[in-house]
């Protein structure tokens, strides 16, 4: 049996495309879980690669390990401080053992779309959420933008009754399986890149995520149907070492810097259109996607929505009606 993410770098040759560093640069390293084409975090990270390789010839080179192959997301973090990797992006969801403050993003249906989300991040609260972990070790570099999620299952999910009594697979994130348990759902927390081993054999009924990692891990293969929900968000922390960072010579932090504010900017306001290209691709290839009608939707609102009280001093109210005046 093949996993998803071995199957993807059979289909996209992604590990042949490292970089070749020469004697005297610096080695980046960059790890992350995602597959590399029609993919926002994808897309990002080549280009980033690309750029730094071209514009840093001789001072740096960044190699990009895509699809779970060099850590898993769970473990990416620890290497991290140990400094055996310099930069990774997990989704926002997986830094609960750092701070409590990213809760806000898989609170159900907080943001109305990514581009809600892109405005709360540059508010001055979102600012500051990049310096959170300091003490830590970890520092924010830039958030990227992957998008808004959907729910799917070895059944068609319309009601949020339907999803009464499924095992679904979810990030591991305290909100999101109170988000599961909400619809009398039973939430398995589990590595990405064994998400679709899981689907295929029956270990979980479900799962939720964006069109492009739907896409990307062909979960819609082995399930019944996405439904088009919009209920959570997937975003990221481009995230460093805190001491490997401010240990950079001046001038290359700088350069560093620049490069990943202008791939940021550049990537960040594409992911909407690389999800929808990712959900097109999905119809194409045969996949199921299930619209509901604004009273369906509302149903899942209502039953998921209690959760924001379960996290509200995680949150805090503030914060709340930051993100809230983002969707107006
Ligand atoms: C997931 O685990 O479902 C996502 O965080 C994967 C990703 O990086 O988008």
Redesign the pocket.
């Given at each position: 049996l093949m996993t998803a993410a071995a199957a993807a770098i059979v289909a996209t040759g992604a590990t042949t495309a490292q970089a070749q560093c020469d004697e005297g640069e610096m080695v980046i390293k960059f790890s992350?879980?995602?597959n590399t084409d029609r993919h926002p975090?994808g897309i990002a990270a080549t280009l980033l690669a690309e750029r730094v390789n071209e514009e840093m010839n001789g001072k740096a080179c960044m190699e990009v390990y895509p699809n779970s192959t060099l850590y898993d997301?769970d473990k990416v973090l620890e290497a991290m401080l140990q400094g055996d990797v310099q930069l990774a992006?997990?989704?926002l969801?997986?830094f609960e053992q750092f701070t409590k403050g990213f809760r806000i993003f898989d609170l159900p249906f907080m943001f109305k779309n990514i581009d809600a989300v892109d405005a709360f991040q540059n508010s001055e609260t979102g600012q500051a959420m990049k310096e959170s972990m300091v003490r830590r070790g970890l520092l924010g570099l830039a958030f990227w933008h992957?998008g808004v999620t959907q729910i799917s299952a070895n059944k068609p999910l319309i009601s949020p009754d339907d999803a009464k009594g499924l095992k679904f697979r979810v990030?591991p994130s305290e909100v999101l399986k109170a988000n599961m348990e909400s619809l009398g759902a039973s939430p398995q927390p589990m590595?990405?890149s064994e998400?679709y081993g899981a689907l295929q054999t029956g270990v979980v009924d479900g799962q939720e995520?964006?069109w492009s990692?739907i896409y990307g891990q062909k979960f819609f293969e082995v399930q019944d149907g996405i439904t088009e929900t919009n209920h959570g968000v997937?975003d990221?922390l481009l995230v460093t070492n805190v001491d490997w960072w401010e240990g950079l010579d001046e001038d290359v932090r700088n350069q560093l810097s620049t490069i990943i504010n202008e791939v940021t900017e550049a990537r960040n306001s594409e992911s909407f259109k690389v999800n929808e290209e990712a959900k097109q691709a999905i119809i194409d290839a045969g996949g199921e996607v299930r619209q509901l009608s604004a009273e369906q939707r509302q149903a899942w609102v209502d039953a998921m929505k209690p959760v924001w009280e379960t996290f509200l001093d995680d949150v805090g109210q503030e914060n709340i009606d930051a993100a809230q005046e983002f969707n107006a």
């Open positions: 992350h879980v995602t975090k997301d992006a997990p989704s969801s997986k992957n990030q590595a990405f998400v995520n964006t990692n997937i990221y």
